[in-house]
C-alpha cells in the first residue's frame, strides 16, 4: 500500500489544494499573466464544474424526492392515512416524557397579541337566507359550486352522490343491522353517542344487540356514531372514504353516523347529536326521513326553518354555521337507514 492510500480524504484534499497552489506560484515566478494560467488551468476548471454541478444535481434530485414524498403522503389517502396513524402511535409513545396535549387545542403555534378572532356567524350572513327557496336538489356537483354554497352557508341535496354504494343500495335493513353482530370489526369496536327508543330493554349500549332485540317491535330508533378505527374503517368501505362533492377545502373526519328507525318511533322533530363542525351530510341509503333545518340564533329573525324529505339515494348536504338539524320518520315509510359523516374547513 502507497503511502497516498493512507491518507484520509480531507489530507487528499489539502494535498491537492497545495499542489495547486505551488503551480500557481511556479506560474506566476515564471512570468505568466492570470489570463494565460485561466486559459492554461481551463480544462481542469471544466472538470472541477462539471463535478460541482453534479454535486447540485444530485442535491436536487434528493430535494425534489424528499419534497415529492412529502406531497404524496398529503395528497394520496392511503398514504395519508398511514402517516395519521403511525404519526398517532409515535405522539402517544412521545407522551410520558413530553405532555404535547396542551397543543392540541392551540389554533396558533405563536399567537399573534394584535389578532381578535371574529365570531362564527354575523347577522349580515344571515342575508343569504332571503335568496333561499326550499333545498335545491343537484346531481354532478362540482367543487367550485360546492364550495361557493359551504361558504354561502346554502343546504342543499345531492341527488346521484351514493350510485356507487353498491353493497349498501343492495343490502336490506335487516342485513345491515346483521352486519353489527357478524362483522368482527364492528363486534370489537365500540360507538359512542348511541342513542335508541329501545334503550331501557336493551342488554347493551351496542348496534350488535338490535337485530335481536328489536324483533316484533314495531316502532324504534337507533342512532350511534363509529368512533373507534375498526368500526370506522369498516364503515366507510360501504361508501368510499369521501362523497365525490366535496371540495378539496372540506377535512373529513374519521368517525361516521349511522341512524336506523322502524315505523312511527320519531313522530315529532328531534335533533340530532352531531357535534359542531362546518358542514354534515347525511345519505338515505333505506326508506324516507324527514328532516328540518333550525337557523342560529342570531339568525331567528331573517331565517325561517326549513322542512326537507330524502328519498333513498339522496344525500342531504348541511353548512353546520347556520344550520342545525332534526329529524323524524317519514310517515308510512320503509325502514330507513341513514350514514352520516361530517368535515371541517378553515
Same mark, same amino acid.
Given at each position: 500500500?502507497?503511502?497516498?492510500?493512507?491518507?484520509?480524504?480531507?489530507?487528499?484534499?489539502?494535498?491537492?489544494?497545495?499542489?495547486?497552489?505551488?503551480?500557481?506560484?511556479?506560474?506566476?515566478?515564471?512570468?505568466?499573466?492570470?489570463? =494565460?494560467?485561466?486559459?492554461?488551468? !481551463?480544462?481542469? #476548471?471544466?472538470? !472541477?464544474?462539471?463535478?460541482?454541478?453534479?454535486?447540485?444535481?444530485?442535491? /436536487?434530485?434528493?430535494?425534489?424526492?424528499?419534497?415529492? !414524498?412529502?406531497?404524496?403522503?398529503?395528497?394520496?389517502?392511503?398514504?395519508?392515512?398511514?402517516?395519521?396513524?403511525?404519526?398517532?402511535?409515535?405522539?402517544?409513545?412521545?407522551?410520558?416524557?413530553?405532555?404535547?396535549?396542551?397543543?392540541?387545542?392551540?389554533?396558533?403555534?405563536?399567537?399573534?397579541?394584535?389578532?381578535?378572532?371574529?365570531?362564527? @356567524?354575523?347577522?349580515?350572513?344571515?342575508?343569504?337566507?332571503?335568496?333561499?327557496?326550499?333545498?335545491?336538489?343537484?346531481?354532478?356537483?362540482?367543487?367550485?359550486?360546492?364550495?361557493?354554497?359551504?361558504?354561502?352557508?346554502?343546504?342543499?341535496?345531492?341527488?346521484? #352522490?351514493?350510485?356507487?354504494?353498491? &353493497?349498501?343500495? =343492495?343490502?336490506?335493513?335487516?342485513?345491515?343491522?346483521? @352486519?353489527?353482530?357478524?362483522?368482527?370489526?364492528?363486534?370489537?369496536?365500540?360507538?359512542?353517542?348511541?342513542?335508541?327508543?329501545?334503550?331501557?330493554?336493551?342488554?347493551? %349500549?351496542?348496534?350488535?344487540?338490535?337485530?335481536?332485540?328489536? =324483533?316484533?317491535? !314495531?316502532?324504534?330508533?337507533?342512532?350511534?356514531?363509529?368512533?373507534?378505527?375498526?368500526?370506522?374503517?369498516?364503515?366507510?368501505?360501504?361508501?368510499?372514504?369521501?362523497?365525490?362533492?366535496? %371540495?378539496?377545502?372540506?377535512?373529513?373526519? &374519521?368517525?361516521?353516523?349511522?341512524?336506523?328507525?322502524?315505523?312511527?318511533?320519531?313522530?315529532?322533530?328531534?335533533?340530532? %347529536?352531531?357535534?359542531?363542525?362546518?358542514?354534515?351530510? /347525511?345519505?338515505?341509503?333505506?326508506?324516507?326521513?324527514?328532516?328540518? /333545518?333550525?337557523?342560529?340564533?342570531?339568525?331567528?329573525?331573517?331565517?325561517?326553518?326549513?322542512?326537507?324529505?330524502?328519498?333513498?339515494?339522496?344525500? @342531504?348536504?348541511? %353548512?353546520?354555521? @347556520?344550520?342545525?338539524? =332534526?329529524?323524524?320518520?317519514?310517515?308510512?315509510?320503509?325502514?330507513?337507514?341513514?350514514?352520516?359523516?361530517?368535515?371541517?374547513?378553515?
Amino acid at each position: 500500500m502507497s503511502q497516498d492510500d493512507k491518507l484520509t480524504k480531507e489530507e487528499k484534499l489539502r494535498l491537492i489544494d497545495q499542489e495547486i497552489t505551488n503551480l500557481h506560484d511556479f506560474c506566476v515566478k515564471s512570468g505568466f499573466t492570470e489570463e =494565460q494560467i485561466r486559459s492554461l488551468s !481551463a480544462p481542469v #476548471a471544466r472538470i !472541477a464544474e462539471r463535478g460541482r454541478r453534479k454535486t447540485w444535481l444530485w442535491r /436536487l434530485l434528493k430535494i425534489s424526492l424528499f419534497v415529492g !414524498a412529502v406531497v404524496l403522503c398529503y395528497t394520496w389517502d392511503p398514504a395519508h392515512r398511514k402517516v395519521a396513524i403511525f404519526g398517532k402511535l409515535a405522539l402517544v409513545k412521545v407522551l410520558p416524557y413530553w405532555d404535547w396535549t396542551y397543543l392540541y387545542d392551540e389554533e396558533c403555534l405563536i399567537n399573534n397579541p394584535y389578532y381578535i378572532q371574529p365570531p362564527l @356567524l354575523t347577522a349580515e350572513d344571515c342575508e343569504v337566507c332571503l335568496e333561499i327557496r326550499g333545498v335545491k336538489r343537484l346531481k354532478k356537483v362540482d367543487h367550485a359550486d360546492m364550495s361557493d354554497l359551504l361558504l354561502d352557508n346554502v343546504p342543499l341535496v345531492v341527488t346521484d #352522490a351514493t350510485q356507487d354504494w353498491t &353493497e349498501l343500495n =343492495q343490502i336490506t335493513f335487516d342485513d345491515f343491522l346483521k @352486519l353489527y353482530s357478524t362483522q368482527q370489526e364492528f363486534l370489537t369496536s365500540g360507538v359512542c353517542d348511541f342513542h335508541s327508543s329501545l334503550k331501557k330493554s336493551l342488554s347493551s %349500549p351496542h348496534p350488535s344487540v338490535l337485530l335481536s332485540e328489536a =324483533q316484533g317491535k !314495531a316502532d324504534w330508533y337507533a342512532v350511534w356514531k363509529n368512533c373507534e378505527r375498526d368500526g370506522v374503517r369498516l364503515m366507510r368501505k360501504f361508501y368510499g372514504t369521501r362523497p365525490y362533492f366535496l %371540495p378539496p377545502m372540506v377535512e373529513s373526519h &374519521e368517525s361516521n353516523w349511522v341512524f336506523v328507525s322502524k315505523g312511527q318511533a320519531i313522530k315529532h322533530f328531534v335533533p340530532l %347529536p352531531f357535534e359542531e363542525h362546518s358542514v354534515v351530510w /347525511l345519505a338515505q341509503v333505506k326508506g324516507s326521513v324527514s328532516y328540518r /333545518l333550525e337557523p342560529d340564533p342570531i339568525c331567528e329573525t331573517t331565517c325561517k326553518p326549513i322542512d326537507v324529505t330524502l328519498k333513498p339515494g339522496e344525500t @342531504l348536504v348541511v %353548512p353546520q354555521n @347556520l344550520w342545525t338539524v =332534526q329529524i323524524k320518520n317519514s310517515k308510512d315509510s320503509e325502514p330507513s337507514v341513514v350514514v352520516a359523516a361530517t368535515g371541517t374547513w378553515d
